[in-house]
């Protein structure tokens, strides 16, 4: 309740405060335009809850986070966000890989019919859920990481066989999101990151080292309009991303434009493999960030911290003194943290209560400007 009573006092001096002055890296959020102009109430409704919490901080948003966590797997009402600082995230990420196969779960092992079911209860906490798509390698691939041939992306736009396979793939997204409905029967709108992170070290199919840059455009135009025009999809709003080591360069020669997307965002894990230390990572993260939200601002898009964390979580202070005092420079929407694995002893992105970083992200879930799901309710 003090941590409540603290944010309630914040938002109001942040309130009178922003009347009289404006920072240097503060977004003006009616500038924000949706780029589906035939948009449904719920995806203009959901644009106007970001553009409303961009006022007043950063979202916090952890994948997966109803559905598993560390040591359990799909038990009602568990959340190891909530297990440590009281509350749900604001934000919620889910993937629909494995949809496209006909899979009766996604490639978390989160069965599509229970994934709804959590969808809706974020939405009834007032949170709101973003999907990415690690979809198969549409050329005979069984996974997204399946990049054995280096022109998948080519097929898709060029080779009508290969394109109507990937079609058929969407008629299966589009079904899933038209079916998505709260206990009114009402569509609930979801954020869509299709492709997630363009990456240079990364193994999807549609990555800068397996497609060129025109190739990518035309397959994400394919992606929206063929949702949109030939599904009739408008409950979505459009999220594209790049990795952490990419540049301004990469970001607007991969752009596919602002009529098919809403938000601008950065992924940016730091894994125990990596060879860069922490520090490093921040300073490659601040760059980054400095980047995507100067392309939001000038593009009039959402900027977002669509996938991040540090794996197992090592330095004990991370979150408030090396990625609070970076992210609280800029307006960002969400920050997103990657998944805690049920399965995998050390790959988890958010501690546990009896954790060492514990109480540190305690203490930054409790700072004015980091929302969680109770900051958003409307």
């Known amino acids: 309740m003090e941590n409540r009573i603290i944010k309630w006092l914040w938002a109001l001096s942040l309130g009178l405060l922003t009347a009289c002055s404006c920072s240097n890296h503060q977004m003006d959020g009616s500038a924000l335009k949706l780029s589906d102009n035939q948009a449904d109430d719920k995806a203009i409704q959901l644009?106007?809850?970001?553009?409303?919490?961009?006022?007043?901080?950063?979202?916090?948003?952890?994948?997966?986070?109803?559905?598993?966590?560390?040591?359990?797997?799909?038990?009602a009402g568990r959340s190891d966000v909530k297990s440590v600082c009281g509350d749900y995230p604001a934000v919620v990420g889910w993937d629909l890989g494995g949809l496209e196969t006909g899979s009766r779960t996604n490639c978390d092992s989160i069965p599509f019919s229970a994934l709804k079911g959590y969808v809706r209860q974020v939405e009834q906490q007032g949170g709101i859920s973003i999907f990415t798509w690690r979809a198969g390698n549409p050329v005979g691939g069984e996974n997204a990481g399946d990049s054995t041939r280096q022109d998948v992306v080519k097929q898709i736009v060029e080779n009508g066989a290969v394109q109507q396979r990937f079609l058929a793939s969407l008629d299966k997204l589009a079904s899933f999101f038209t079916e998505l409905k709260n206990e009114e029967g009402e569509p609930i709108s979801v954020i869509f990151q299709p492709f997630q992170s363009i990456m240079a070290d990364s193994a999807m199919w549609w990555t800068p080292a397996r497609c060129s840059a025109n190739d990518f455009k035309k397959l994400w135009s394919l992606t929206v309009d063929y949702l949109r025009n030939k599904n009739g999809v408008h409950n979505l709003l459009y999220a594209y991303s790049i990795g952490n080591e990419r540049t301004a360069e990469t970001l607007q020669t991969y752009y596919p434009g602002n009529s098919r997307v809403d938000i601008v965002g950065l992924n940016a894990l730091l894994l125990q493999k990596d060879s860069c230390d922490t520090q490093t990572f921040i300073q490659q993260f601040n760059r980054n960030i400095a980047i995507i939200t100067q392309f939001a601002e000038k593009n009039k898009k959402v900027p977002a911290i669509t996938y991040t964390g540090l794996e197992s979580v090592k330095v004990s202070d991370f979150f408030s003194q090396d990625l609070y005092p970076v992210i609280s420079q800029y307006k960002l929407s969400f920050v997103m943290f990657g998944a805690n694995a049920w399965n995998q002893e050390e790959h988890y992105f958010i501690p546990v209560p009896g954790h060492p970083a514990s109480d540190d992200f305690v203490r930054f879930a409790s700072y004015p400007d980091i929302l969680t799901s109770n900051d958003i309710k409307e």
């Open 47 to 75: 644009y106007h809850k970001l553009q409303k919490n961009l006022d007043k901080g950063i979202m916090l948003g952890h994948q997966d986070d109803l559905a598993y966590g560390y040591r359990w797997f799909m038990e």
